[in-house]
T-cell receptor, first 110, second 116 residues
Framework: QKEVEQNSGPLSVPEGAIASLNCTYS??????FFWYRQYSGKSPELIMF????GDKEDGRFTAQLNKASQYVSLLIRDSQPSDSATYLC??????????FGAGTRLFVKA | DAGVIQSPRHEVTEMGQEVTLRCKPI?????LFWYRQTMMRGLELLIY????????DSGMPEDRFSAKMPNASFSTLKIQPSEPRDSAVYFC??????????????FGPGTRLTVL
């Protein structure tokens, strides 16, 4: 079992819709959870992080964490074509180590 | 403020040659990470440092890979000898690990390595 799992996609949504990206992790002791966006040919860019159960909102982005289910999600409201990218879920498992998922490719159709 | 700086941005070399990748972390960040990214394997953690000390190098694929961090503002990743299967994008990231931070990492632009 992979430590951090994501559906590789592609996930295709129409412009203006809500995109929902999901991630599960295996280490119950995980402390912090991150979402990075990576455009093709570019480096990962931090979008949001969350560390306690519940929702955390930042503009059009909402991160959701459920530690009991070992589940993290990212919702993108009012999706725009510029949101088309690969979204990487990352989990800080302890100390300084962070494990990245394989990423979900998102396409937002204009 | 300058972000993480990596050099070179592109490197093309022949099998058997030594390759050295360089990284300057964000000033004040005390943790540094080296990653490798390929289509097949995704983003893999190779090694990370805290306060210039290597903490975990279990991701280094084999003895041909080595990394150093002689001071807080510079790190190198060396491959000797290089092989075609080392072709990938190598990222350096830094993090302000301290009380109150959560481990967020900031990535450099990457070095695209091609070994012929």
């Amino acid at each position: 079992q992979k430590e951090v799992e994501q559906n590789s996609g592609p996930l295709s949504v129409p412009e203006g819709a809500i995109a929902s990206l999901n991630c599960t992790y295996s280490d119950r002791g995980s402390q912090s959870f991150f979402w990075y966006r990576q455009y093709s040919g570019k480096s990962p860019e931090l979008i949001m992080f969350i560390y306690s159960n519940g929702d955390k909102e930042d503009g059009r982005f909402t991160a959701q964490l459920n530690k009991a289910s070992q589940y993290v999600s990212l919702l993108i409201r009012d999706s725009q074509p510029s949101d088309s990218a690969t979204y990487l879920c990352a989990v800080r498992t302890g100390g300084f180590k962070t494990i990245f998922g394989a990423g979900t490719r998102l396409f937002v159709k204009a | 403020d300058a972000g993480v700086i990596q050099s070179p941005r592109h490197e093309v070399t022949e099998m058997g040659q030594e390759v050295t990748l360089r990284c300057k972390p964000i000033s004040g960040h005390n943790s540094l990470f080296w990653y490798r990214q390929t289509m097949m394997r995704g983003l893999e953690l190779l090694i990370y440092f805290n306060n210039n000390v290597p903490i975990d190098d279990s991701g280094m694929p084999e003895d041909r890979f080595s990394a150093k961090m002689p001071n807080a503002s510079f790190s190198t990743l060396k491959i000797q000898p290089s092989e075609p299967r080392d072709s990938a994008v190598y990222f350096c990231a830094s993090s302000p690990f301290s009380r109150g931070s959560f481990g967020e990492q900031f990535f450099g632009p990457g070095t695209r390595l091609t070994v012929l």
